[in-house]
T-cell receptor, first 119, second 114 residues
Framework: DTGVSQDPRHKITKRGQNVTFRCDPISEHNRLYWYRQTLGQGPEFLTYFQNEAQLEKSRLLSDRFSAERPKGSFSTLEIQRTEQGDSAMYLC?????????????????FGPGTRLLVL | AQSVTQLDSHVSVSEGTPVLLRCNYSSSYSPSLFWYVQHPNKGLQLLLKYTSAATLVKGINGFEAEFKKSETSFHLTKPSAHMSDAAEYFCVVSLISGNTPLVFGKGTRLSVIA
């Protein structure tokens, strides 16, 4: 496994601009998750996919946020008209429902995150 | 709905002394429970997970956790702290088998004093 990768690692943008982040999951992992972590807090769930289907979106995901996983492999998270409150670490994780771990409890593997600063 | 409460935001121990990080959970169903660690400027790493095979779970780097259903607790322990253990620790609950969205606690920052 090469691990979950995210790009870019850091992004500074001005308020009102659009940004897009990319996540490449562990190959053959069919589930992909996006979380957001603000300073001093634990990560919070945003949305997740099984293959290309988006299964659930958190109420944290306003209509300015959109996520895609067009071919069931990498995913993108776009934020339109960024606000200062969007400044956070955006984390991606992946897991497999096919290859269950011990006693059927699977592990979500996290990428290094993309740190966004909105000025 | 699931939730976790980490009872201490910051724990400080001396090197070589025991570590105890406390976590209580709430879940409508039999939960899947995890501990993750986050070192500065590094990604989240799984320490251990509760699978219902055993109530005492052993993880990496000498950490272990005990699932106590009657107390709804899943405390993390280590017999002897090392300087490299200094990090942020998150107690995490998942509704079903780890393949659903994880719910994180607010984290406990562990400091290790030489």
């Amino acid at each position: 496994d090469t691990g979950v990768s995210q790009d870019p690692r850091h992004k500074i943008t001005k308020r009102g601009q659009n940004v897009t982040f990319r996540c490449d999951p562990i190959s053959e992992h069919n589930r992909l998750y996006w979380y957001r972590q603000t300073l001093g807090q634990g990560p919070e769930f945003l949305t997740y996919f099984q293959n290309e289907a988006q299964l659930e979106k958190s109420r944290l995901l306003s209509d300015r946020f959109s996520a895609e996983r067009p071919k069931g492999s990498f995913s993108t998270l776009e934020i339109q008209r960024t606000e200062q409150g969007d400044s956070a670490m955006y984390l991606c994780a992946s897991s497999s429902t096919v290859r269950q771990g011990s006693w059927g409890v699977e592990t979500q593997y996290f990428g290094p995150g993309t740190r966004l600063l909105v000025l | 709905a699931q939730s976790v409460t980490q009872l201490d935001s910051h724990v400080s121990v001396s090197e070589g002394t025991p570590v105890l990080l406390r976590c209580n959970y709430s879940s409508s169903y039999s939960p899947s429970l995890f501990w993750y660690v986050q070192h500065p400027n590094k990604g989240l790493q799984l320490l251990l997970k509760y699978t219902s095979a055993a109530t005492l779970v052993k993880g990496i780097n000498g950490f272990e956790a005990e699932f106590k259903k009657s107390e709804t607790s899943f405390h993390l322990t280590k017999p002897s702290a090392h300087m490299s253990d200094a990090a942020e620790y998150f107690c995490v609950v998942s509704l079903i088998s780890g393949n659903t969205p994880l719910v994180f606690g607010k984290g406990t920052r562990l400091s290790v004093i030489a």
